[in-house]
């Protein structure tokens, strides 16, 4: 994940200490049920498509553009499908991150075949929710699982009763 310029600044006086950002996630599906996924430049490892919110940008519309950089596939979110805080990361530099991810379910609607359109991915295809590719990052099996279901938004941890 190239890190956005807002970030860079933002280390420039914030040094390492830990930044909660908001972070997007897309689980797009064609019209015939399949997922797009991308591999990792950085881990090599199959994933669905993400990335984070440049200022002001809605959290919807940093899926869409997401998905265009990286694949050049054009899509449409249908709904929310979870919000959770995800744990801090710390990266080999030493900056810690935490990410509020939401992940929307989306439907591809056109742009090119789908492609590696940037730096960020290695390969971009299709692939049968029934036999998605090794090495998949675990967060994207449950992020598609949970997509792929006709069920209302989910969220990773129930409101508790004083936060209601």
């Known amino acids: 994940m190239t890190t956005p310029d807002f970030i860079r600044t933002l280390r420039a006086t914030a040094g390492h200490q830990l930044l909660l950002l908001p972070g997007v996630t897309a689980v797009v599906v064609d019209d015939r049920g399949q997922v797009l996924l991308g591999r990792r430049a950085d881990t090599g490892r ?49 900056d810690v991150c935490q990410f509020q991810d939401i992940t929307f379910r989306c439907r591809a609607t056109g742009g090119q075949a789908a492609r590696v359109n940037d730096n960020e991915s290695l390969e971009v295809a299709w692939f049968e929710p029934d036999a998605l590719p090794e090495p998949l990052e675990s967060f994207a099996v449950d992020r598609i699982r949970q997509a792929l279901k006709d069920e209302p938004t989910w969220f990773a941890q129930p409101l508790s009763d004083a936060s209601r």
Not at 63 to 85: F, S
């Open 46 to 94: 199959w994933s669905v498509v993400g990335g984070i919110a440049e200022p002001g940008e809605q959290p919807a519309d940093t899926a869409v553009r997401e998905v265009y950089e990286e694949t050049a596939v054009r899509c449409v979110p249908e709904r929310v499908v979870l919000v959770q805080m995800l744990p801090p990361i710390t990266y080999p530099n030493g």
